[in-house]
């Protein structure tokens, strides 16, 4: 954006997913786990979060799911979603973040191991947010 500029960094996250039944599951989930700065310049750094949430098979097309997360600096709040498996490789989805009071959605794209995923969000200040992700299982 103009007047505003830009810059990134590199930060690691770590996670992990597992079945407590063969409908419910459980996911954790902590980001910038090396307290990435937004520059060498500033001692602020990009947010570190620690996140826990479950997911449970309505059906086997749709899933709901809640999750549970805290910013060291921030109050804690709750994000619900669906997805939604539209054929075998694809996956839409829908979420709420009820402390940013955003809308999100994307799909998600499985090739055996591989997931590659898409979504994106509306901020007023700064209009659409885009994430993709690429994981692998093992």
């Not at 997911?55 to 997360?69: C, D, I, P, R």
């Not at 979504?119 to 093992?138: E, K, M, V």
Request: zero cysteines; a neutral charge; aromatic letters at 14%.
């Amino acid at each position: 954006m103009a007047g505003i500029g830009s810059a990134g960094a590199f930060y690691i996250d770590a996670g992990l997913h597992m079945a407590l039944s063969k409908r419910l599951f459980m996911g954790m989930h902590a980001v910038n786990l090396n307290a990435a700065r937004w520059s060498s310049e500033t001692e602020e750094r990009y947010p570190s979060l620690i996140k826990i949430g479950l997911g449970y098979h309505l059906s086997e097309k749709l899933q709901v799911f809640a999750q549970g997360e805290k910013d060291l600096f921030y109050p804690f709040g709750v994000q619900t979603g669906l997805a939604y498996q539209l054929v075998e490789a694809l996956q839409l989805r829908i979420g709420v973040n009820q402390l940013q009071e955003s809308l999100h959605g994307g799909f998600g794209f499985r090739y055996g191991k591989l997931d590659i995923s898409f979504a994106s969000r509306h901020h007023q200040a700064l209009g659409f947010t885009h994430h993709a992700a690429f994981r692998l299982d093992f």
